[in-house]
């Protein structure tokens, strides 16, 4: 019987499961950015981390089959399993009840809602001690042992609201974290923000998440454990600028108030090889509030360094809607002769100090 309980309890995972892999909407790539429509080459670029929503439903989906999180509150629905051996042994499988408390026999009722695994154990020896004298509470002298972990986890409610690419209610599983939600919604539409993501738990905001931070360095420090109820809002973009040229990943990217070209530049993964590194060109637009200084609205800005250290650690400062053009050398050679015509070995040679014609006809073996 217990075998063919577990069958079904493993079916009814399963379907489960594919219940909430059938909530994600595929969306489509994003290939440009709508404010950069007119900005030339900068049109073309995609926005930075939004595609990264497209790919298979089990990226952000959490493991269940790990050992019970230190920092996992149990709530309705989440069954409970106790062990308890020694001068006594049994085994149960508790289901939390929706008022938050579960019912062991012969011990009574006990509220365990928002409690993690460890304050539960504790509380289950404080309960059970009084029915099993072996357990002692857990002290040095006990002859009956108990043991609590997690067994089938309950699913939360979540809503994902804002500039989401399918904003709603989803059902996810009770170790889901904010980034699970926003890959269940399709994640930000074009004009939502990766980097300011917000949790909103009873009407207050608890967090607010980087999703740079996790995509970019594999932090998930901001990365919170939802709970039932929650709210994750994505408010729209903020400051955006874009990155043409000899950078290992051009595209645009969201930069926040105090973020320089420096920051700017970690995010592309830094200067490709053949990068110029005596000058970068920003083509910007002028603020509003600037407007009346000058007769135009676009201003072309030349930054002169003398090495790319400088260039990765300048703090020069950017605003919205910058396009910076990180120009390759030009491949102009530095010491090259070429030999051709009744030659052993026609081609390209190196100049060399003093080198003469017959010394170039030698090299090429007469």
């Known amino acids: ?3 063919k309980a ?3 309890t493993s079916q009814e995972k399963k379907a489960e499961l594919y219940q909430l892999r059938s909530q994600i909407i595929t969306r489509q790539p994003i290939t440009t950015v709508p404010a950069f429509e007119n900005r030339g080459e900068a049109a073309k670029l995609p926005p930075f981390g939004y595609n990264l929503f497209q790919l298979s439903p089990a990226t952000f ?4 089959n790990i050992p019970t999180p230190t920092n996992y509150q149990v709530g309705a629905g989440d069954e409970i399993v106790l062990n308890v051996w020694g001068q006594t042994q049994l085994t149960y499988q508790l289901t939390v009840t929706r008022d938050g408390f579960v019912v062991i026999p012969n011990v009574g009722k006990i509220q365990i809602d928002g409690l993690t695994i460890n304050q539960i154990k504790e509380k289950f020896l404080q309960y059970m001690s009084n029915v099993y004298e072996g357990l002692k509470r857990g002290l040095a002298d006990a ?3 108990l ?3 997690l067994g089938n986890l309950r699913t939360i409610e979540v809503f994902v609201l804002g500039e989401a690419y399918q ?3 989803y059902t996810i599983s009770g170790l889901s974290s ?3 939600a926003l890959y269940y919604a399709g994640g930000p539409t074009v004009n939502g923000s990766l980097r300011q993501l917000q949790i909103i738990r009873n009407n207050n905001k608890t967090q607010t998440i980087d999703f740079y931070d996790f995509v970019l360095y594999g932090k998930r420090d901001s990365d919170i454990r939802l709970q039932n109820g929650d709210i994750l809002f994505i408010p729209p973009a903020g400051k955006r600028v874009a990155v043409i040229g000899s950078v290992l990943r051009p595209a645009i ?5 105090n973020e320089n070209l420096s920051k700017l530049l970690t995010f592309t993964g830094g200067l490709k090889y053949d990068a110029y590194s005596k000058r970068i060109h920003i083509e910007r637009v002028i603020p509003f509030n600037e407007r009346q200084k000058y007769e135009k609205e676009i201003l072309d800005i030349d930054i002169e360094f003398n090495n790319s250290d400088e260039i990765l650690s300048s703090n020069y400062g950017l605003i919205d809607g910058d396009v910076i053009w990180i120009y390759p050398i030009n491949y102009e050679r530095e010491n090259l002769v070429t030999l051709n015509g009744n030659i052993r070995k026609p081609g390209k040679y190196a100049l060399t100090p003093n080198m003469t014609i017959k010394d170039l006809i030698e090299k090429a073996d007469g």
């Open 178 to 180: 904010a980034f699970t």
């Open 147 to 149: 043991d609590v972990s």
């Open 61 to 64: 989906e959490p493991v269940n």
């Open 167 to 169: 904003p709603g209610s």
């Open 6 to 8: 577990t069958v079904e």
């Open 253 to 257: 990217y969201e930069i926040k108030a």
């Open 143 to 145: 002859n009956t042992f």
């Open 1 to 3: 019987r217990a075998a």
